[in-house]
């Protein structure tokens, strides 16, 4: 133990010694632990840790490759005819990350929002914890656009009463019937880092390809 002591003793004056080296020193330190630590969130949320949905085992997450640019956001087109010829999978739902600016008062706010067809709520198992989700009348082109909050949003702007249900939420200045609410339990997309969405509208035609 003395040794030990003693060997620590001399790499902190050889470290004072020469501040170069020993900024360096801490420099790949903390690469090396940073790296760690990504790769361990990495694995642990694609590898280790189970979706956080009914019959997970079951379900595929897949996208476009392309030869040059990588992984792509695959087209509602293509969407689209890929769903019309399916013949392996027993239900196909899409969604995108948006973001869109609500303003019901003077001061505009940014949030975070996701555009998804009308089956993928149920197709993950959830539930509405207020109000309804999505369905296929609001999932065709031309419909009355509908949005669903999440529990953050409704009660920062609706102070959490039923009410909001049936109110209009405008979002990038466009009216959006709210018609549910999530309930703090669901998580989607279930391994992002940053905040989940706080408004969630119905994904259609017009909406891809606006």
């Not at 010694?17 to 020193?25: L, N, T």
């Not at 940073?34 to 590898?47: C, H, K, P």
């Not at 709210?178 to 994904?203: C, D, K, M, N, Y």
Request: aromatic fraction near 10%; glycine fraction near 6%.
């Amino acid at each position: 133990m003395k040794a030990l002591f003693n060997d620590i003793k001399y790499g902190f004056r050889m470290l004072i010694k020469k501040p170069g080296f020993a900024v360096i020193a801490v420099l790949i330190l903390v690469v090396g632990i940073g790296a760690n630590i990504t790769m361990f969130s990495f694995v642990n949320a694609y590898l280790l840790r189970p979706l956080p949905y009914n019959d997970a085992e079951r379900l595929v997450d897949f996208t476009d490759v392309h030869a040059t640019f990588g992984r792509m956001s695959i087209s509602y087109s293509n969407f689209l005819d890929w769903k019309k010829q399916n013949q392996t999978f027993e239900e196909m739902a899409c969604y995108r990350s948006t973001r869109c600016t609500v303003k019901e008062t003077d001061t505009p706010e940014r949030l975070r929002g996701m555009q998804v067809n009308a089956n993928l709520f149920p197709m993950l198992g959830a539930r509405a914890a207020l109000g309804r989700l999505f369905n296929q009348a609001d999932d065709r082109a031309g419909a009355e656009q509908t949005v669903i909050l999440s529990p953050g949003l409704w009660q920062r702007r609706f102070g959490g009463t039923p009410d909001a249900i049936g109110k209009t939420l405008v979002l990038d200045n466009e009216p959006h019937i709210i018609v549910g609410v999530l309930p703090p339990s669901f998580v989607f997309p279930p391994f992002r880092q940053e905040p989940a969405p706080a408004a969630v509208h119905v994904l259609s035609d017009r909406s891809m390809s606006a």
